[in-house]
Nanobody
Framework: QVQLVESGGGLVQAGGSLRLSCAAS????????MGWYRQGPGLQRDMVAS???????NYADSVKGRFTVSRDNAKNTVYLEMNSLKPEDTAVYYC??????????WGQGTQVTVSS
């Protein structure tokens, strides 16, 4: 079984930065793809950034150039560096792990609020 714990959320002013972390339990991490999703009030959960087990990354157009996803396999942790934050980035951010056979696991989420 896999458990994911997000941290690093908080309240920041527009233009500021935050670094989110997601720590995973178990040995499956280094062979799994990881992703960050977010969900605002009354909205669906959308993919923000992802990183494969080999380090290939993808970003939503809305965050490209501002956010960076990375992973540290020695620490079983994936990160999301968020720069030049905007009020529309306000959401609950969720970490997702997908095993090599396609089984997904979700974290509990961490709140990010960007004030204008």
């Amino acid at each position: 079984q896999v458990q994911l714990v997000e941290s690093g959320g908080g309240l920041v002013q527009a233009g500021g930065s935050l670094r989110l972390s997601c720590a995973a339990s178990g040995s499956i991490f280094r062979t799994s793809a990881m992703g960050w999703y977010r969900q605002g009030p009354g909205l669906q959960r959308d993919m923000v950034a992802s990183i494969s087990s080999g380090g290939n990354t993808n970003y939503a157009d809305s965050v490209k150039g501002r956010f960076t996803v990375s992973r540290d396999n020695a620490k079983n942790t994936v990160y999301l560096e968020m720069n030049s934050l905007k009020p529309e980035d306000t959401a609950v951010y969720y970490c997702k792990l997908v095993t090599p056979f396609g089984m997904p696991y979700w974290g509990q989420g961490t709140q990010v609020t960007v004030s204008s």
